[in-house]
């Protein structure tokens, strides 16, 4: 067992040289990272995921000073987004470089390119020296983990290496803004919203558009508990409960605040930031459970839960599958 975290993080780094992927924090969720210039060790990575070969991964540097090594075009926008918000959860989709394998971009002509905030992930990012792909920690289509346990659970032997950074601050994934077209487009919410991004750089359309790249996120089963899920209202969730038991089955719920009583489940703040950082371990803890129905209790609608409402409708979609193919 490596004892501090300078052992850790020189055990990280040989084994991203020798194209091995590793268990990395972020600020948003963990990820599967390899060394992106090496098409082998990128190939563990769907591998590993179950992941299809044309699905882009999104690069991950230093700062933004790495961006001409990956990106063939960096427009202003660009420099304002990573000027104002990197480190940080937020990746720019751009015009790719020759650098970038296929394997990365699953042969497309744009990249993401993300900067994280997480203390240990730039710690590994300087001493690495390069970019490294890294797409969540998760088999296809499941939930993300914001924690090393997650990663383990998930990997086991598969990923030997797991760098335990703790709890992610952010609990879902990064914003992925599209600046590689002649209109910014938001292809995925995130906690950076809409509204901070057009403070920086003016109007940003939201969701996938016609020509926007495929985006793994924008399919619409994704995150998805194995437990069959429905999301409602306060009032409608309790009676459904009911119904629910007094038909025999056993049921979980994921409560605002405060559980109903006499009932088995998970409760989060109603505050979108706070309920975000939770989401993805609650849901983990719900599946594991092994009830028959997972209720969810709507969150409020308005601007900040946009993310958040994103993340559980792909869950809603998704769940109940009983394989890891969306
Ligand atoms: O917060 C995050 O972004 C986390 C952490 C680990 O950094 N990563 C993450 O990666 O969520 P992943 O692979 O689970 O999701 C990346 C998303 C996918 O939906 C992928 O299709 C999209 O980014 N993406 C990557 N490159 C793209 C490109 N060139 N054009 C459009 N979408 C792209
Ligand atoms: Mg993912």
Known sequence: ?????????DDAVAALRRGEVIGLPTETVYGLAADASQPAAVAKIFALKGRPADHPLIVHIADADALPMWAATIPPAARQLA????????????????????????????VGLRCPAHPLALQVLRAFGGGLAAPSAN????ISPTTA?????EFGAGVP???DGGDCAVGIEST???????????LRPGMISQAQIEAVIGPVALGSGVHSPRASGTLEAHYAPRTPMLMLPRAALENEAQQQRALGKRVALLALDALPADSEGE???NEATAYAHGLYAALRTLDALGANLLLVERPPEHGDWLAVHDRLRRATVGAGADDDAP
């Open 149 to 153: 346990a997650h990663v383990r659970d």
């Open 267 to 269: 409760i989060l703040p």
């Open 139 to 142: 088999r296809f289509g499941r």
């Open 1 to 9: 067992m490596s004892t501090s975290n300078e052992t850790r993080i």
């Open 83 to 110: 000027q104002a918000f990197w480190p940080g959860p937020l990746t720019l989709i751009l015009q790719r470089t020759a650098h970038v394998p296929d394997t990365v971009t699953g042969g497309q002509d744009t």
């Open 161 to 163: 290496i797991v760098l």
């Open 176 to 186: 992925i803004v599209d600046l590689s077209g002649d209109t910014p487009r938001i």
